[in-house]
């Protein structure tokens, strides 16, 4: 029978595992995937489901896409009575006997794992099979809603490799993959805390992919296993796996900072450049972290996160605002305790209660009023108002808009001498905002330059001072173009002369800029730009010296010539 299994990303750059995995493990069947965005057409999505002409119809269900799902798999229906529509994923996992008495054209749900239940349900319709064997499915019988528990889990080793040659533009993708399943943590919001059993690929299996990764030229490997690092020597060998692999492709890896010690730290010696880590510290407040299962050893965590620092690995660091006991307050002193750290991104998140999670069972408990449409986010509980949340989205923001970008990292630096804790600055930098309602606005790069300069200025900052740091800022992450209006210009033409003598001085470049050794002047001309300033800003902020800065366009490199006669 001709089927079609959809994803619908939350982004263009975004690729379903899931009907890949189920694609390559029915490799008997007559399958085709099909991927579209949340921001596409629907109805375009829509036609060309119908234009596939397929028996059956799968849909991949995630709280971004269930919304989606539903109208697709409805209308489906209606146009074409005699197509099987059939769900799964972890948005329909639970609460399943519900969404089939609500949804009259879902016709077969399938619960957690998708490859062998999917397989099965096609034997079914070939007369393979009865129902009543396939475990993890519900479906209708007569009047009846039947619901077969799920009881089987799928051998990671049996599933193929997903991805093809002919897919196009996997360079310009996140592309996923496991490498186990299942979580040794116990998190209370997690839907990955319902799997208590942790299964691994083997191997050799898993080194056989990856280098197959690296054959199709995929930039970014985004690895959906929830503990990277709960089984030590499992990880040193994956790592030392991703040592061996040609090319520059970047793997993407969950890790648990309470299990960091000095032999994983050991192991990640040279691979700066190949990894990426997320790190999902939640909340530093013990009593919170008790609740939702998670560590209470604030001081282990933190500590794995200031060792991973140590290796040049980029971090990005998790903090989940609406947990249990965390007042407002409180979540500033967790957010002190991350923001101190200085990983390279942190991501203030907001509760959201999955189907299925123990949070959301408890949700009474706690006073959590939650949103009944996916995502399910919170609206407040017995600690946190929904104003005081809404503080939060608007400082969500700006860590999104200022400090994760990296292009302000000496201007946030210096105003944060102006407060005794960053969670102040950051509270003070939001109600700036708010009063000038500039959080409704889409604020260029060069715009939020500006707002940040004002912003500093209302704090009594020395506005030369900050205006030179702001250019600092700028040219360092911006490469050439139009200054911000906030940018005090320097017209010195003994300075602008000077500049190009050492541009053109291939002896100095060699020195100071080797990089641009060699080059062309029109090369150099593009490859390097440079500023006059007032203040020796990178290196002492207080020292007021005429001098040069010359950046490099292309990657994050200056030099500065302060001394100059």
């Avoid at 390559?24 to 085709?32: P, S, V």
């Avoid at 991501?347 to 449409?373: H, N, W």
């Amino acid at each position: 029978m001709k089927t079609l299994l959809v994803g619908i990303n939350a982004k263009y750059i975004h690729t379903n595992l899931a009907i890949r995995n189920i694609s390559a493990y029915c490799n008997d069947e007559d399958i085709t995937i099909y991927e579209a965005t949340i921001n596409d057409s629907i109805d375009c999505i829509l036609e060309d489901i119908i234009s596939a002409e397929a028996q059956i119809v799968g849909f991949s269900c995630y709280l971004w896409n269930i919304n989606d799902v539903l109208y697709l798999g409805e209308n489906v229906k209606k146009i074409k009575p005699d197509t099987t529509i059939v769900l799964g994923g972890p948005e329909v996992s639970y609460e399943v006997e519900d969404l089939l008495k609500e949804n009259y054209y879902i016709d077969y749900i399938i619960l957690n794992e998708g490859e062998e239940r999917f397989h099965k349900l096609l034997g079914f319709f070939k007369g393979e099979i009865s129902l009543e064997s396939i475990d993890g499915l519900a479906y209708r019988y007569k009047n009846n809603i039947v619901v077969n528990q799920p009881k089987e889990y799928v051998y990671l080793n049996k599933i193929p490799f997903s991805y093809t040659d002919d897919e196009e533009n996997l360079n310009h993708k996140l592309v996923y993959y496991e490498t186990s399943r299942g979580c040794v943590f116990r998190c209370a919001f997690c839907l990955s805390s319902l799997e208590t059993q942790v299964r691994t690929a083997n191997l050799e299996k898993v080194k056989e992919d990856l280098s197959k990764f690296t054959q199709l030229g995929v930039r970014v490997v985004k690895l959906v296993d929830r503990s990277f690092n709960c089984d030590l020597n499992r990880a040193i060998d994956l790592l030392d796996i991703i040592r061996q692999l040609p090319g520059n492709t970047v793997f993407h890896c969950e890790i648990n900072p309470e299990l960091v010690n000095d032999t994983f730290i050991k192991s990640l010696e040279g691979l700066e450049n190949r990894l990426q880590f997320e790190v999902g510290v939640q909340s530093t407040k013990p009593e919170t972290l008790r609740e939702i299962s998670r560590t209470p050893d604030v001081k282990r965590v933190l500590k794995g996160i200031e060792m991973l620092k140590t290796t040049g690995i980029k971090l990005h660091v998790d903090l989940i605002a609406g947990l249990p006991y965390e007042t407002f307050d409180m979540f500033g002193y967790s957010f002190d305790d991350i923001y101190n750290q200085y990983p390279h991104e942190i991501q203030l998140g907001f509760l959201k209660l999955l189907k299925g999670t123990r949070l959301r069972e408890k949700a009474d408990k706690y006073g959590i009023v939650y949103r009944s449409k996916p995502p399910y986010q919170i609206l407040y509980n017995k600690y946190i108002t929904y104003s005081e949340l809404c503080i939060l989205s608007g400082i969500a923001q700006l860590l999104d808009k200022y400090y994760n970008t990296g292009r302000f990292n000496l201007s946030l630096a210096h105003l944060e001498k102006s407060f005794n804790r960053p969670f102040e600055m950051y509270l003070s930098f939001y109600y700036y905002c708010k009063e000038r309602d500039i959080f409704r606005n889409k604020n260029s790069l060069k715009t939020r330059y500006d707002i940040l300069y004002d912003f500093a200025l209302s704090l009594g900052v020395d506005a030369k001072l900050f205006s030179d740091i702001v250019k600092f800022d700028f040219m360092l992450t911006s490469g050439k173009g139009a200054l911000p209006d906030c940018i005090d210009m320097i017209e010195d033409r003994r300075f602008l002369k000077k500049a190009k003598e050492y541009i053109y001085n291939e002896k100095w470049i060699k020195s100071k800029l080797p990089q641009a050794f060699g080059l062309s002047s029109n090369e150099l001309s593009k490859k390097l730009s440079y500023g006059l300033f007032n203040y020796d800003v990178p290196n002492n902020t207080n020292k007021k010296e005429k001098g040069i800065i010359f950046f490099d366009n292309y990657g994050e490199h200056y030099y500065a010539e302060f001394k100059i006669r």
